[in-house]
């Protein structure tokens, strides 16, 4: 059951919302009270961004709401997330910094990992000041 979506269809005389000026926030339940949870959402996000072609936006840490070790399972979703096409994050990015720039690096988008050493050193000063 396929469906096409488009923003681009204007009625006349009036203004459409440039596609990238659009944010969707897939809601993100917690797999510690549904498992499929994760599954969901990141489908989600495939389906929203190959049909529309948007901005996806989520609160990453949801995902690990009641669980131990949340940090663990907030970095596996957020790689999860981003692969699978999430644009921006509600979430620590003093916990989670350096695994969203590990994430653009592996996808090939930090040209000879740049933007990660730099990040990695300016945290490696911050923390000897």
């Given at each position: 059951?396929?469906?096409n979506y488009s923003l681009n269809a204007t009625p006349?005389?009036?203004?459409?919302?440039?596609t990238e000026d659009v944010v969707i926030d897939p809601l993100v339940l917690t797999v510690g009270a549904d498992s499929k949870a994760g599954v969901v959402t990141l489908q989600t996000i495939e389906m929203v961004r190959e049909a529309l072609g948007v901005n996806i936006n989520l609160g990453a840490s949801n995902v690990s709401f009641g669980l131990p070790e949340r940090h663990t399972i907030?970095?596996?979703?957020l790689s999860l997330a981003i692969a699978a096409g999430?644009?921006?994050a509600i979430?620590?990015?003093m916990k989670l910094s350096m695994t969203i720039?590990?994430?653009?690096?592996?996808?090939?988008r930090d040209d000879y990992a740049g933007r990660y050493i730099k990040h990695y050193r300016n945290l490696v000063a911050e923390n000897e000041s």
């Open positions: 059951m396929s469906k006349p005389n009036e203004q459409r919302i440039p907030n970095q596996a979703f999430a644009t921006c979430t620590d990015p720039r590990a994430v653009d690096l592996l996808r090939g």
